[in-house]
């Protein structure tokens, strides 16, 4: 019997070290499957060497195709075929970055929860009443109903799933092991998630609920003064000053008041205050070569696996090199023999927020033009990971989803707020780029881009021919004046959008006189422009830009790669002088303010001088606008430039008293001395915590993170300068996030970098590829391959061959 | 004899068998090999705990070294082991090797019911009175 026993006990025993081992428990991962050196997590470390198989067998492929990989790894992907091009893209992507495409699906769709669990149950809610997998869910039935688009589409995902379907244990993805779950098939709505997520941070920046916010808090005047249209002074548009634009016949109908000011108490989920991108080409007149060369950096959030994914895509009908999404076919940024373009966002706002009335507490409708509409409801049940699902309630009416809500619909200070949002129409802009791959001239890459139509891009152009050119194209309501600056009453149609600008209206330039064009996300034109538009814009890295290529003659490669990496603090020199002179004399001892005038306004890495300047800046910043901070911030702090404006401006406004202080009025005098004192005793504290010399970089702390935030797989303090409102628009966890530079000679020279590496793979050597050279403003030398057998040193050849399912 | 005989069976069957069974296999060999051979308790613990300690750790460390560091360095924060990739590397043993021991013990244990000792050297001294027996 005591042997049973024992043999029992030591069987219960096994059996519990088994279930803890092979399904792990709660958060702890399951260390058998994980911690085995012959299929777990070890079998994730790749070898200093990088090796290749010669041959891979693929079912799904009509043809051989061949890629060849360079020394840091890119694919060069030749196919007889597009399907076998857009198949291999999906295979050869999906094999370095297969994670990261599938988890950034799932966090546009609002399914991070099955992944970690309860902790992002409120990010999945708000995702799904954001309505991204209604847009997707749109997206795919115009994919499908473009034969074309459709076969592309189709045969990436099929090489995704090729891939997915040759995975064992051994070979899935390290977050799976980690994370523990296992990768489903992917899909073409997988991939419309990917460009609606992208969509949606790119125009994340709309402002309404925080403005109406700020009228019922500070009143209309001083929010047109904070919060303007226009600044008071030029601004340096993409459309050259002074460009006539044909006038509009567009009549539209117009309501009495433009907007709600009410307080709605939420602050709305917003993309970071440094998203954004420079490009620029400049006409072979002002070139070395003489021939036209294209830049551009995009800044987006630095992740890793980073957001791009670099690839050289050939067949007979055509040959591009250029940066790719993981999950999305085509390049998007890059070049063929024949023209560059690339991308900054065009930055009007296409978000209009509504407040929505429902006729009682059963939410089922709506009113709108005096008669009651049915509002159609979805269940989303949200997985959860060691949970039973949460189920939320969804409401659509005729804008998209119900976002933001509080209160019943009877109470007075109750709101339902749902948005409209261009990228909620059908639209295609998968097959702008899959065109521009191929474009050769102007009269293409015009073509090619005209149907696109959300997140509005800014298109810069450069061809070998000579061409340079830019378009800011997209799809934008025409508006009444200040039409969705404000929440707008959702129950009346003179609110809704009437019509759209027409497309060949939208802001453009073709070989101008000055020699170049270029965006900066700035307003796309000066205010003779026929049509009102609102928007976030930016009013530094524009001027910046514009006045160095105006001064710039002879321009060489690296005169462009000085340039995206210029760290002159244009803000600084329009602000400091001011804070200098207003400072009163008892702090000129300080060392603090000895460094900073000597500085010459460049926020270089080692700068200790920037770092004064910065935390000053937003000691001020934080200080004059107190009176946005009450409650909770539910407003936007106004952009630098506008307070900056007002500081020159209006020294002594209304805005610099502070609210607390009821007994004095505060000017921008008292707050300049105040924000110094709080400044110092910050840098002292910073200082004294870190143990060591203050410099730009340390106090920035730029880090590239994981994905899923695994820290140990992200990249922290990274020397490099910078800031936003800077050209090299490094923040900390913000930043250019592929910089490229396409000189259109023949052959054509191109030179590339970003913040990450081919392999998503953090036991890969191709990991961090490009981070030093990132961070020193170097950059690599892009491999145009004129055909598979052009190969250079360093280079491994690999054969897709073709098998019959 | 048997108890090397019996590593060095558990590692050869935990290696060819590991291409086809996930990472379990090394409860099931030890299991299996404590049926089949006859060792005592502890024997079929530590042959098993140290064939699969040794079968892991160096498998690992051959990974560690041949990656140069590389994603070692990472995991052992990640787990979080401070970041010492040697304490990875024996943790990897440990955890081996203790799942492995206790399937052998297990095994050890199904054997001796299944076989059942047919005259057990104290009950042949006969029963003791259970309040004499630790006089």
């Known amino acids: 019997m005591r042997r049973f026993l024992w043999f029992i006990l030591l069987a219960g025993l096994s059996a519990g070290v088994f279930h803890v081992l092979q399904f792990g428990i709660g958060s702890i991962p399951p260390a058998g499957k994980l911690l085995n050196p012959y299929s777990g997590f070890w079998s994730n470390a790749e070898s200093s060497k990088l090796k290749i198989k010669d041959k891979l067998s693929i079912p799904g492929l009509f043809e051989e195709v061949t890629v060849v990989y360079d020394d840091r790894m890119v694919p060069h992907i030749f196919a007889n075929n597009e399907h076998d091009l857009y198949f291999a893209q999906g295979y050869i992507t999906a094999s370095h970055r297969l994670w990261q495409m599938e988890f950034q699906t799932h966090f546009a769709a609002g399914r991070v929860s099955e992944i970690v669990g309860e902790k992002t149950l409120n990010l999945d809610r708000m995702q799904r009443r954001k309505g991204l997998m209604y847009a997707a869910e749109l997206t795919v039935e115009a994919f499908e109903s473009d034969t074309l688009a459709n076969q592309i589409l189709q045969s990436y995902s099929d090489g995704v799933n090729a891939f997915i379907s040759s995975l064992t244990y051994k070979t899935l993805p390290i977050e799976y092991k980690l994370l523990n779950y296992q990768p489903e098939p992917w899909s073409k709505l997988k991939s419309a998630l990917l460009l609606k997520y992208m969509a949606d941070m790119l125009t994340g920046k709309s402002n309404d609920i925080e403005l109406s916010n700020a009228v019922a808090l500070l009143g209309e005047e001083i929010t047109e003064l904070i919060y303007p249209d226009f600044p008071d002074t030029l601004n340096d548009p993409i459309v050259p000053v002074g460009t006539t634009f044909s006038q509009s016949s567009a009549r539209l109908d117009t309501p009495q008041t433009v907007g709600i000011h009410q307080r709605f108490n939420v602050t709305p989920e917003k993309t970071s205050d440094n998203i954004g991108s420079n490009n620029w080409a400049v006409a072979g007149a002002k070139t070395k070569s003489g021939a036209p060369i294209l830049c551009n950096d995009p800044h987006l959030q630095l992740n890793l696996p980073s957001i791009w994914y670099e690839i050289q895509l050939a067949m007979p009908s055509h040959n591009v090199y250029g940066v790719s999404l993981p999950g999305s076919p085509a390049v998007i940024i890059g070049f063929n023999n024949y023209i560059a373009w690339g991308v900054t966002n065009g930055t009007q706002d296409v978000k209009d927020w509504y407040k929505v009335v429902f006729k009682d507490q059963t939410r089922n409708e709506y009113l709108f033009d005096g008669e009651w509409k049915p509002v159609t409801k979805r269940v989303e049940e949200i997985r959860i990971k060691g949970k039973k699902p949460f189920a939320d309630t969804v409401l659509f009416t005729h804008y998209g989803t119900i976002t933001y809500e509080e209160g019943l619909s009877d109470d007075t200070s109750a709101y339902h707020l749902a948005y409209a949002w261009v990228g909620l129409e059908p639209s295609n802009e998968l097959m702008s780029f899959y065109h521009l791959n191929s474009a050769r001239n102007y009269d293409e890459y015009v073509n090619a881009i005209k149907t696109f139509q959300c997140p509005g891009q800014n298109f810069v152009f450069a061809s070998g021919s000579g061409d340079i050119a830019i378009w800011q194209q997209g799809k934008f309501p025409l508006k009444w004046p200040k039409q969705g600056k404000y929440v707008m009453d959702g129950s009346s149609s003179v609110y809704q959008w009437q019509q759209y600008i027409p497309q060949s209206e939208n802001p453009h330039v073709l070989n101008p006189s000055r020699n170049f064009v270029s965006s900066a996300n700035q307003h796309p034109t000066d205010s003779a422009y026929p049509f009102y538009y609102n928007g976030f814009f930016e009013h530094y890295r524009n001027r910046r830009i514009n006045e160095r290529l105006t001064l710039m003659t002879n321009i060489t490669i690296e005169d462009m790669m000085g340039l995206q990496n210029d760290n002159f603090n244009q803000q600084a020199s329009e602000c400091l002088p001011l804070m200098l002179r207003l400072l009163s004399s008892q702090h000129h001892q300080s060392a603090y303010i000895n460094t900073l005038s000597q500085w010459n306004y460049v926020n270089d890495a080692n700068s200790e001088a920037a770092a004064v300047f910065e935390t000053w800046y937003y000691c001020l910043d934080t200080l004059i606008w107190d009176e946005l901070y009450v409650e909770g911030k539910m407003t936007e702090t106004p952009l630098e430039f506008t307070t900056i404006r007002i500081m020159h401006k209006y020294p002594t406004h209304a805005v610099f008293d502070i609210k607390q202080t009821t007994d004095k009025k505060e000017t921008l005098n008292d707050l300049i001395n105040q924000s110094f004192e709080k400044a110092m005793q910050l840098l002292d504290a910073w200082k004294q915590k870190n143990n060591k010399p203050l410099t730009w970089y340390a106090y920035k702390s730029t880090s590239v993170q994981h994905l899923a935030r695994i820290m140990p797989f992200s990249i922290t303090e990274i020397e490099i300068g910078g800031n936003k409102r800077i050209v090299n628009a490094c923040d900390s966890r913000w930043g250019p996030s592929w910089r490229m530079i396409v000189s259109m000679e023949n052959p054509i020279r191109a030179y590339g970098v970003y913040p990450g590496g081919q392999s998503g793979n953090p036991g890969s050597h191709y990991y961090t590829t490009g981070i030093e050279k990132w961070s020193k403003g170097e950059y690599f030398e892009l491999h145009f391959m004129n055909n598979a057998s052009d190969v250079r040193q360093g280079m491994i050849t690999q054969t897709l061959q073709a098998i019959k399912p | ?135």
């Open chain 2, 1 to 135: 004899m048997k108890f090397f005989i019996k590593i060095l069976l558990t590692a050869a069957m935990v290696l060819a068998a590991q291409y086809y069974i996930p990472w379990y296999v090394i409860m099931m060999v030890p299991f299996i090999l404590s049926i089949f051979i006859k060792t005592n308790g502890a024997s079929s613990f530590f042959s098993a705990f140290i064939a699969v300690f040794l079968l892991w750790i160096i498998q690992a460390y051959l990974i560690h070294a041949d990656s140069g560091d590389i994603l070692t360095s990472r995991m052992a924060h990640v787990l979080p082991l401070g970041g010492n990739a040697n304490i990875l590397l024996l943790v990897t043993g440990a955890i081996g090797g203790l799942s492995a021991g206790i399937g052998g013990l297990t095994g050890n244990a199904f054997r001796n019911i299944l076989i059942s000792p047919t005259k057990n050297k104290k009950r042949k001294t006969g029963y003791v009175p259970l309040n004499q027996r630790y006089r």
